[in-house]
C-alpha cells in the first residue's frame, strides 16, 4: 500500500511558502486556532466567490489577510461594503485591537487553479449535473490554459448509487514523486442530495527551482 503525502506541505520551503506568515512564542496557539477559525469563516462565507487561497499576515498590531479570487467583485460588493462587512466579522474572531487590513488579489488563470476548479466541480455536481461532465469540462479548460498536467479523483455515491465508488480522470502527466514539480492541490466536498462527495485535484504546472528561505526581517513578528 502506498504512503501518501500532502502535496502542498511536502513541498513547503522547495518551492512552495506557508499560507500564514508569522511567529510568536508567547501567543501561538491563540493565533493559529484563530487563523483556522477565520480561514473556515472565509471559505463558507465565501464559497461562491471562486476562491484561491487565503494567506494570513500578522505584525505586532496588524493582521493583513490576503484573499485571492477570480471573482473579486463579489467579495468587495457595492461601494466596499463586502470588505467591510469581512472586516467586522473577522474582528470577532481575534483578540484584541489590532488593526485589519482586507487585500483582494484577482487570479489571472483560474482554469489552472486547482482550488478553483475543485469548487466550480462541486457548485455543477451541487446542482445535479453529471460528474462526468463537469470533470470534463473542467479538464478541457485546463489544458486550453496551458498546464502540463491534471488529475481529478471524485469519492462518494456518484450518481446516487447505492456503494460509494472512486472515479479519475487526468490529461498529461502528474510527477507527484518529484520536489520539484510545480504542483498546485486541493480536496473539497460538495453536499449533495445523496451525501458528501469528495473532490481532490492535482495540477502540475512545470518545474520550479527551490525558493530562497524568507529572512527573519521579512513577514515575521516575533512576540
Known amino acids: 500500500m502506498g504512503q501518501k503525502v500532502n502535496p502542498n506541505s511536502i513541498r513547503l520551503l522547495i518551492n512552495d511558502r506557508w499560507k500564514s506568515l508569522w511567529f510568536s ?23 461562491d466567490a471562486s476562491l484561491s487561497q487565503i494567506q494570513i499576515n500578522r505584525d505586532a498590531n496588524k493582521i493583513s489577510i490576503d484573499i485571492h479570487s477570480s471573482r473579486p467583485g463579489v467579495i468587495i460588493g457595492r461601494g466596499g461594503q463586502g470588505t467591510e462587512e469581512l472586516k467586522r466579522m473577522i474582528a470577532k474572531k481575534i483578540k484584541g485591537n489590532g488593526r485589519i487590513q482586507i487585500n483582494i488579489i484577482e487570479v489571472k488563470k483560474p482554469d489552472a487553479d486547482a482550488n478553483i476548479i475543485g469548487l466550480s466541480v462541486a457548485s455543477q455536481m451541487e446542482r445535479r449535473i453529471p460528474f462526468r461532465r463537469a470533470i470534463k469540462q473542467a479538464i478541457e479548460k485546463a489544458k486550453n490554459s496551458g498546464v502540463k498536467g491534471i488529475k481529478i479523483v471524485v469519492s462518494g455515491r456518484l450518481n ?3 456503494i460509494a465508488r472512486s472515479e479519475k480522470a487526468s490529461y498529461g502527466t502528474v510527477p507527484l514523486s518529484t520536489f520539484k514539480s510545480d504542483i498546485d492541490y486541493t ?11 469528495g473532490i481532490k485535484v492535482w495540477i502540475y504546472k512545470g518545474e520550479k527551482g527551490v525558493m530562497d528561505i524568507p529572512s527573519k526581517s521579512s513577514n515575521f513578528s516575533k512576540k
Open 160 to 162: 446516487g448509487a447505492e
Open 25 to 47: 512564542s508567547a501567543n501561538y496557539t491563540e493565533n493559529l486556532i484563530s487563523d483556522l477559525e477565520i480561514r473556515r469563516m472565509l471559505e463558507k462565507k465565501l464559497r
Open 187 to 197: 480536496s473539497v466536498t460538495a453536499l449533495t442530495t445523496y451525501g458528501i462527495v
